[in-house]
């Protein structure tokens, strides 16, 4: 079945700093690709998706690019903020479609400090 | 705001009771899902309805657990006999087959704790 591997470990960074979040993927096909927010006491969000290779998802200054070749989708900020402060999970739906129950990885957590 | 609402957000309960959980979908949206997050881990499926039909049910689900979408709208999760392995997040997302790439719309959660 398909699955998710994310960076080990929670990730500190001071304000205006640059994020990368690994995010890599095994999966039957080309599903969809998901990168989803909880921030502190909320349920998830979706942040960003990409639904092919080559895809770029962006939202709120964060972008990931489906990249089939290295099988990757990592998450990336070019400034952080405070506000940032949250766990990231990055997600794929079964087989290679894009819908039906997500597989998660274990999640990133993110504190950004002034 | 008519997002994804789950009820109650937190739960104690002693090791042996029975829990109910509800969570009310998005009013249009045709598939609702379960989820189970332990700290520190990404959420793992539970189950899923389309409409009022449970489509598939994940091992995590033993036969302690029971979830419902009687008239595929609202969904309960009862949990039997609860045991401290139970204590964790209970998320429920629902979602639009309709839609081109449906996003699933998470609620807030249950936490569960078993004394």
């Known amino acids: 079945g398909n699955s998710v591997t994310q960076m080990e470990g929670p990730v500190t960074l001071s304000e205006e700093a640059f994020l990368t979040i690994n995010c890599t993927y095994t999966?039957?096909?080309?599903?969809?690709l998901f990168w989803y927010v909880q921030y502190p006491g909320e349920g998830l969000q979706l942040l960003l998706k990409?639904?092919?290779?080559?895809d770029k998802g962006s939202n709120k200054g964060f972008e990931a690019t489906y990249r089939k070749e290295t099988t990757s989708f990592h998450l990336e900020k070019g400034s952080v903020q405070v506000s940032d402060s949250a766990v990231y999970f990055c997600?794929?739906?079964?087989?290679?479609?894009?819908?039906?129950?997500?597989?998660f990885g274990q999640g990133t957590i993110l504190t950004v400090h002034p | 705001d008519t997002g994804v609402s789950q009820d109650p957000r937190h739960k104690i309960t002693k090791r042996g009771q029975n829990v109910t959980f509800r969570c009310d979908p998005i009013?249009?949206?045709?598939?609702l899902y379960w989820y189970r997050q332990t700290l520190g881990q990404g959420p793992e499926f539970l189950t899923y309805?389309?409409?009022?039909?449970?489509?598939?049910k994940s091992r995590l689900l033993s036969d302690r657990f029971s979830a419902e979408r009687p008239k595929g709208s609202f969904s309960t999760l009862e949990i039997q006999r609860t045991e401290q392995g139970d204590s964790a997040m209970y998320l429920c997302?629902?979602?639009?087959?309709?839609?081109?790439?449906?996003?699933?719309?998470f609620g807030p959660g249950t936490r569960l704790t078993v004394l």
């Open positions: 309805f389309q409409n009022e039909a449970q489509l598939e």
């Open positions: 009013s249009e949206h045709n598939r």
């Open positions: 990409a639904t092919k290779a080559d």
């Open positions: 997302a629902s979602s639009f087959t309709g839609a081109v790439h449906n996003e699933q719309f």
């Open positions: 997600a794929l739906p079964p087989g290679g479609t894009s819908y039906g129950k997500l597989t």
């Open positions: 999966a039957t096909g080309y599903p969809s």
